[in-house]
C-alpha cells in the first residue's frame, strides 16, 4: 500500500480506531507518565505466519506523535516465526502505551488473514485458478483486509457495490429470470463493466450463457456438478466457484477447471496473528 493511498483512505479510519479507544485521556498512561520521555519498544512475533499490515501499524503511532520511528527488520509478505524481532518502535513512551492496542489489532488481524490466504493460495499453486476474496469483511476495515489478502497471494473480487455487477439471487428474483437480470444490467452498467451471474443449478448455468454472461458464478454446487457446468460453458465465460471455501476442502476445486475461487472464509474467519509489544524501556 504507497503512502498516497494509506493517506487517502486509510488515515481516517484510524484516526476513527484511536478515538475509539481514546475518547477523552489515555488514563492508566497519564497516571504513570507524566510527562514526555523518550523510550523503546520491540515488535515481537508470537507465531509462524505471514506478514501484513506494518505500514499501518506504523501509521497508528506517526498519527499519535509524528516524531515516532519504526524500525523494521521485515517486510509484508515475509514469512515470520516464533521469537522473532520484527521491528523496533521509538517515541515518546506514552504514544507507545496509547496506541499499542490499536496497532497491534491492525497488524494481527491483517497478518492472521495473510497467513489463512496464503495458506489456500498454496493448495491452488501450479493450477490456473486463482484465490479471490468477497464482500465479507469486517465494517470499516475493509481496504485493510483485502490488502492482507494480495500480501498473502490472493486476489480481490470486486472492491464494493460500485465496482462490478453481480447479480445474485435475490436480483435475479427482483428481476423474474437469469436472462431478464441480465438484459437490465447490459442496458443500465457501463459498457466496460463485466456482468458476473451467480447460478445455482445447471439450468441457471444454460440461462446465464444464452443471455451473455461474462462471468459465471457457480455457488454451492457439487464438484460434480461444477465439472458439468464447466463444460456447458465451454469457454464463453470466465467461470467462478463459490460456497463454504475454506483450507481443509480447498483441494476438492483444483481439478474442476473454474478460473477462480472465491472464499468469504479469507476474512470472515481467519484467526489473528500473535504478535506482541515487549521489553519497553526508556532512553534517557
Known amino acids: 500500500m504507497n503512502t498516497i493511498t494509506m493517506q487517502l483512505n486509510a488515515d481516517e479510519l484510524i484516526r476513527l480506531a484511536l478515538s475509539e479507544d481514546i475518547t477523552s485521556e489515555d488514563i492508566t498512561t497519564n497516571a504513570v507518565m507524566r510527562e514526555k520521555k523518550q523510550g523503546e519498544v520491540e515488535l515481537i512475533c ?168 461474462d462471468i459465471i458464478m457457480l455457488d454451492n454446487m457439487t464438484p460434480e456438478e461444477m465439472k458439468k457446468a464447466v463444460k456447458i460453458i465451454d469457454g464463453r465465460a470466465e467461470t467462478e466457484c463459490s460456497g463454504n471455501v475454506t483450507k481443509e476442502n480447498a483441494r476438492r476445486f483444483v481439478d474442476i477447471g473454474v478460473d477462480y475461487i472465491s472464499s468469504g472464509a479469507l476474512t470472515h474467519s481467519a484467526p489473528i496473528l500473535d504478535l506482541s509489544l515487549k521489553n519497553l524501556h526508556a532512553l534517557d
Open 46 to 213: 508470537k507465531q509462524d505466519g505471514i506478514l501484513a499490515g506494518l505500514g499501518i501499524f506504523e501509521r497508528v503511532f506517526v498519527l499519535l506523535d509524528a516524531d515516532t520511528t519504526v524500525k523494521a527488520c521485515c517486510k509484508d509478505g515475509d514469512a515470520i516465526k516464533n521469537g522473532q524481532l520484527i521491528a523496533t518502535v521509538t517515541g515518546d513512551i506514552r504514544v507507545l502505551l496509547s496506541g499499542e492496542r490499536t496497532a497491534l489489532n491492525y497488524l494481527q488481524r491483517m497478518s492472521g488473514i495473510a497467513t489463512y490466504t496464503h495458506e489456500i493460495a498454496s493448495l491452488l499453486a501450479g493450477t490456473d485458478t486463482k484465490l479471490l476474496d468477497t464482500r465479507k469483511t469486517t465494517p470499516n476495515m475493509r481496504i485493510f483486509e483485502k490488502y492482507a489478502v494480495k500480501v498473502g497471494g490472493g486476489y480481490n473480487h470486486r472492491y464494493n457495490l460500485s465496482d462490478g455487477v453481480l447479480l445474485k439471487d435475490n436480483h435475479i428474483g427482483a428481476a423474474g429470470s437469469v436472462a431478464k437480470a441480465v438484459a437490465m444490467a447490459k442496458e443500465y452498467a457501463p459498457f466496460v463493466r463485466k456482468i458476473e451471474v451467480e447460478v445455482e443449478n445447471l439450468e441457471m448455468v444454460k440461462e446465464a450463457v444464452e443471455a451473455g454472461a
